[in-house]
């Protein structure tokens, strides 16, 4: 039997100084958990619309590519 990979999306980036995070993961129970962390602030919410998920990754990947634009590396 397979199990169904819990990560969806995950990103971990640093100047240096500072750390993003982004992580979407499948939800123990229905849904996904959104994370976004900006060093200790951490933001999640979880989502049962697979829409949003979408929507919360293109947010993601855009606000990455800015990030990486100004040097941002993986962790």
């Known amino acids: 039997m397979h199990s169904t990979p819990r990560v969806v999306y995950s990103r971990n ?19 996904w958990q959104i994370r976004d962390e900006r060093d200790d602030d951490v933001r999640q919410v979880t989502h049962h619309d697979w829409h949003r998920v979408e929507l919360a990754i ?7 590519a800015q990030l990486r634009e100004r040097g941002w590396q993986d962790r």
């Open 13 to 31: 980036l640093t100047d240096g100084s500072h750390v993003r995070r982004f992580d979407v993961e499948k939800a123990p129970t229905d849904g």
């Open 58 to 64: 293109m947010g993601f990947t855009a606000e990455e």
